[in-house]
């Protein structure tokens, strides 16, 4: 399998932080984003961000951003359709999936969701610690983006409903000091997180 595209999640509504684009809050020398920038260019082909609004605030970051094609913020699977039908204009097989307001997950995500699909003979992977499953960090084959489309248009909202329905691999990371797909969902979060990335 040739190495998938990228695809960073941040269409959500950040309702719990207030509303605006969590992953621009600052976090040490720069923004989350930079963090999970930094964290999955390295395992990727390329890289796009996923984002609904006005995507000159992220001009900065030098990444192409692709809005959600259904309306109504559909959730991370609408995320997901997204980043597949632009990794089909690009010739590409597959892509990985992370979240724009988790910045720890492994530096070896991709390599272990791709072994994780080829070994345990599925189309889908997704990442799993201790602390459960991890649904937005995720390999996808661009072969079902229609799949999911219809998905999408008959309803379907929850990550696990339409990967249930297909082969999903579970792949499991270690949970050390903190597990690595903590994210940053409120203001304490933020310190906390902050309190990590000094601790490393």
Not at 100 to 115: H, I, Y
Request: net charge negative; glycine share 12%; charged share 20%.
């Amino acid at each position: 399998m040739k190495q998938p595209l990228g695809v960073i999640l941040a269409g959500g509504q950040s309702r719990r932080m207030g509303g605006g684009d969590k992953g621009l809050l600052p976090l040490g020398t720069g923004s989350i984003l930079d963090q999970v920038i930094d964290r999955i260019e390295p395992q990727v082909s390329g890289l796009a961000l996923n984002a609904n609004g006005e995507a000159a605030r992220f001009a900065t970051l030098g990444l192409p951003v692709v809005p959600d094609s259904v309306v109504g913020f559909a959730g991370p699977l609408a995320g997901v359709l997204a980043g597949l039908d632009w990794a089909y204009k690009s010739g590409a097989t597959h892509i990985v999936t992370v979240a724009a307001d988790t910045p720890f997950f492994p530096p070896d995500l991709v390599p272990r969701l791709l072994l994780g699909a080829e070994s345990q003979g599925c189309p889908i992977a997704l990442a799993r610690t201790e602390n459960g499953r991890h649904p937005t960090f995720g390999l996808w084959p661009v072969a079902l983006k229609d799949d999911l489309r219809t998905a999408l248009e008959t309803g379907v909202r929850k990550v696990v409903q339409w990967t249930d329905s297909h082969g999903t691999a579970m792949v499991d990371f270690p949970t050390g000091r903190f597990d690595p797909f903590f994210n940053v969902n409120t203001p304490d979060d933020l310190t906390l997180a902050q309190s990590y990335l000094e601790g490393s």
